[in-house]
């Protein structure tokens, strides 16, 4: 290895179930892609969630969010359990991962979805649609209808209940996650689609016009847009057509996870949250697990696929990032799988081997 030219500070924040299992591997796996691309990694681990209710009382201790802000960048493994399911004194992990969302200020989620072709049969979709998909989209995670006001209940002047809640974009708001979006594609195949619903909706209809003005900013991405409807039909139909997909708050929420269904295999998917300044977050985009935690079980490449995209989008280390995509797809090749990916045919391992195995595939071309 070259001696390190670059050093980084990278907050571990293993929380609950398989999340230390999956955490462990990642840190092995960045260390290593990092040294031979001359980086130098200086991790600190703070508890979060469950861990951290069981340690301080809190989900997220003051200490382990001024720690990750203080870093260049967060990698996450998972919030929550059974154990605090009914929790007495009503805190639950999973408030840890909002707070830290907003104290990190995260506004936009990245989430790819790909099918690769070593499992093209985990797919939901028929072979044919499922070869070759590709596909980020990129969710406005701090605004819209989740947040606007006014929201809440009330009565009708004929006395009936009503619920109400508010859709809210401002011009800045959707002029940074467009640009959050405009870079990621670029990074990709050069293609967006901007999902809205502006054929009805006023907050699409400036959605869409700020989009448009924030496209003469980007001349070599090519901008597209669709209405969402069309969109969560068009991506069971035919999900190819799609490199970058920007979208709304709720929206994104619904073709997130629409989109992670189709490539059917939830121990794969990594997430990225990222702000304008400041760490971005990495997580898988799976839960804590519990039915399979401390068995040495849980598949560690949605979490291994997060250290990755955490070189690429939250420091700009691509080369890095790139090492760690050819590892997961060489070891995939060389036939090892988890539980959650297995067929027949293929050597069953678990969460410690497979991340050695990814180890040894660090050097790989591909
Ligand atoms: P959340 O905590 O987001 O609410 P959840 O409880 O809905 O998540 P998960 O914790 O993601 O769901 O688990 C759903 C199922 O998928 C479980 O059967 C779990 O064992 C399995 N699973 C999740 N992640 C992995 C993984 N990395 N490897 C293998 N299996 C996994
Ligand atoms: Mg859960």
Request: net charge negative.
């Amino acid at each position: 290895a070259t001696s390190p030219s670059k050093s980084y500070t990278i907050t571990l924040l293993p929380g609950d179930g398989i999340g230390p299992e999956v955490i462990s591997v990642a840190k092995n796996v960045l260390e290593v892609a990092g040294s031979l691309e001359g980086i130098e990694f200086w991790f600190k681990e703070m508890p979060v969630g469950g861990a951290a209710l069981d340690l301080t009382g809190v989900p997220l201790p003051e200490e382990t969010l001024s720690t990750a802000k203080q870093s260049d960048a967060v990698l996450l493994g998972a919030i929550g359990g059974y154990k605090w399911d009914n929790n007495e004194k009503h805190l639950k992990p999973e408030t840890g991962l909002l707070q830290l969302r907003e104290g990190l200020q995260v506004f936009a989620n990245l989430r790819p979805a790909s099918v690769l072709p070593q499992l093209v049969d985990a797919s939901t979709l028929k072979k044919e649609v499922a070869e070759g998909v590709d596909l980020m989209v990129v969710r406005e995670l701090t605004g819209g209808i989740y947040f606007g006001k006014p929201r809440g209940f009330s009565t009708n002047e004929n006395g009936e209940e009503i619920g109400f809640n508010t859709e809210v974009y401002a011009a800045y708001e959707i002029d940074r996650i467009a640009r959050v979006a405009f870079e990621t594609a670029r990074k990709r195949r050069g293609k967006l689609c901007s999902v809205d619903k502006a054929n009805v909706l006023e907050a699409s209809m400036l959605w869409r016009k700020r989009v448009m003005a924030i496209a003469s900013e980007y001349p070599d991405v090519e901008l597209s847009h669709m209405y969402v409807d069309n969109a969560a039909m068009q991506l069971v139909r035919n999900p190819k057509q799609f490199d970058t997909i920007v979208t709304n708050n709720i929206f994104g929420d619904i073709l997130s996870d629409e989109a992670s269904m189709i490539t059917g295999s939830i121990g794969m998917l990594p997430s990225a949250s990222l702000g304008e300044l400041g760490p971005g977050l990495f997580e898988p985009i799976h839960g804590s697990a519990p039915d399979i935690a401390g068995q040495d079980k849980a598949n560690p490449l949605a979490t291994v696929l997060s250290a990755a995209m955490l070189l690429k989008y939250g420091l700009g280390e691509e080369k890095a990032a790139q090492r760690i995509e050819n590892a997961v797809l060489d070891t995939l090749n060389r036939g090892f799988r988890t539980g959650d990916i297995c067929s027949a045919g293929n050597q069953l391992v678990g969460c410690k081997e497979m991340g050695e195995e990814v180890l040894k595939s660090i050097d790989t071309k591909i």
